[in-house]
């Protein structure tokens, strides 16, 4: 489980990565598919004006380079990494310049990716409906829920 | 979690609860029924341990969020379950799931949540304005973290005042989370002399 401000990476086989109920949250991804490594962070916010919160990732500024870190330490290998993206959304109909979060949460994530040359592979972002994510290390899926629908597979093995 | 000592929890949990009573009024001329308030909870957990508290994740709710603006930046939110939800619209002679129903839980929000704002600002002497209500139909966490992360850039720690408003005669609440920006918080506190 990867609650808000939360990263995890794993490398053991049967294990599942989840965030659930991502509203302007982002969930970040990223896999290593030949190696079956792969991580998640739930970031929350863009950017974090450059004052670090021992133990908290809720910043797309630090949890993108630690997440890389992460999975990297458990053998990713770094040309191989792919990003997928969910979340993001404006969950709240009335919209006020703070609830748009989300969309600048989701152009911090993909300029950060961007900064080390991670590939986006797959996303489901923006809309007004919060999702959960599910990340199955090995074999390597990736796939995303919505309230109310079926999970539907972003990235299949 | 020793942020706040237990003197300061009961400070905020006296002022959730005198707001709460404010906006049970409020809604109890509204609805024409008598509305009990319970006592309410302060919480002081991680963010990442909020959405859980509040119930499950997953679970389909309503919310209602107004902002706070003026001298304690802060988010108002109101959690309606399906069936509560159905219960107020019914309480308001519209029916559930049509379009007024959305409209009619919105008014429901803006009137009790812009009466505790109120009854909050008078109480420690601070300009406090509502913002208009937003209303959002979806998951529960996707619901709340989204008002949390609005204040999620000065700490990652969630205050949460939350109470419950329970219409007497119907199975029927809401509840009901105060979520201060943190220097907000400690305004309030300091206003409260503890």
Known sequence: MVRMGELAASAAAGDVLVSLGLGSCIGLALLDRRVGVAGLAHVVLPASGGTPTPGSWRFADFAVPELVDRVVKLGARRPMLEAVLVGGASMFAVSNSSLEVGQRNEAAVRELLRAERINVIATETGGSRGRTIRVHVSPQTVTVREAGGVEKALVTA | MSRYTDLQLDALRELANIGSGTASTALSSLLGRSVDISVPNAFVLPMAEAVGTIGDPESEATGVVLGIVGDMPGSVLL??????????????????????????????????????INALGQM?????????????????????????AERAAAGD????????????????????????????????????GV
């Open chain 2, 79 to 116: 959690l309606f379950t399906p069936k509560d939800a159905e219960l107020m619209c019914g309480l308001l002679g519209v029916e559930a799931g049509s379009e007024f129903a959305v409209s009619a839980l919105m008014e429901i929000g803006n009137i009790v949540g812009a009466s505790y």
């Open chain 2, 157 to 192: 720690i969630a205050l949460l005042l939350d109470s419950d408003l329970v219409v007497e005669g119907e199975d029927c609440s809401v509840s009901f989370l105060l979520v201060p920006d943190q220097g907000g918080v400690d305004q309030m506190l300091e206003r409260l």
């Open chain 2, 124 to 148: 420690i002497g601070m300009e406090l304005e509502p913002t208009p209500p937003a209303a959002a139909t979806d998951m529960l966490a996707a619901i709340v973290e989204t008002v949390l």
